[in-house]
């Protein structure tokens, strides 16, 4: 069974950082791209940023281009999203997703980790 | 990157059939036949429901089905239940390698 767990959420200042972790158990990990996706609370879903299996291939959303890095470690199962300078807007639940094999769509996704950005 | 635009909300009788539309430009929707569709109910992750357009993964009911024309992909419920009530988001993948989301539709069963 697939199964994507994301942590390292919570509360944090202004222009202050947080890494979040997914780590990923019941598939070949290294061959899988995987996504991070946002949710703000009570609004709709927005893509933030994937990274190849590889972990050399990398693609970012404007809105966190040049503030979030995405990295991964296959020896772990894990995918990170170092987030910096981050925003009030940058609030809300961030999944971590498995894009399909070959495709071009996410096929599961994890429960959330909650990021709050807030003084 | 703007997301794509979907009505905020749809609403049908049991055993009707609604659609959900999904606009965007010449660099997403336009570009690719890479549409896909996504089901969340509340306080859980999102569920694909089409991809590629019209494919269906396996387990989806043969009562939703996905089409595109232009710069606009479509989501049809058939046969309207009770358990289809909740939130669907359209998505699409990019020129620019980057993937986006729709705004989201509200389907109500009335």
């Known amino acids: 069974e697939v199964q994507l767990v994301e942590s390292g959420g919570g509360l944090v200042q202004p222009g202050g950082s947080l890494r979040l972790s997914c780590a990923a158990s019941g598939f070949t990990f290294s061959s899988y791209w995987i996504h991070w996706v946002r949710q703000t609370p009570g609004k709709g879903l927005v893509w933030v940023s994937r990274i190849k299996g590889d972990g050399i291939n990398t693609n970012y959303a404007d809105s966190v281009k040049g503030r979030f890095t995405i990295s991964r470690d296959n020896a772990k199962n894990t995918v990170y999203l170092q987030m910096n300078s981050l925003r009030a807007e940058d609030t809300a639940v961030y999944y971590c997703?498995?894009?399909?094999?070959?495709?071009?769509?996410?096929?599961?996704w994890g429960q959330g980790t909650l990021v709050t950005v807030s003084s | 990157q703007f997301a794509l635009t979907q009505p905020a909300s749809v609403s049908g009788s049991p055993g009707q059939s609604i659609t959900i539309s999904c606009s965007g430009t010449s660099s997403d929707v336009g570009a690719y036949n890479y549409v896909s569709w996504y089901q969340q109910h509340p306080g859980k992750a999102p569920k694909v429901m089409i991809y590629?357009?019209?494919n269906r993964p396996s387990g989806v009911s043969n009562r939703f089905s996905g089409s595109k024309s232009g710069h606009t992909a479509s989501l049809t419920i058939s046969g309207l239940q009770a358990e289809d009530e909740t939130d669907y988001y359209c998505?699409?993948?990019?020129?620019?390698?980057?993937?986006?989301f729709g705004t989201g539709t509200k389907v109500t069963v009335l």
């Open positions: 997703a498995r894009g399909a094999y070959g495709l071009y769509y996410i096929d599961s």
């Open positions: 590629d357009v019209s």
């Open positions: 998505s699409s993948y990019t020129t620019s390698s980057t993937y986006v």
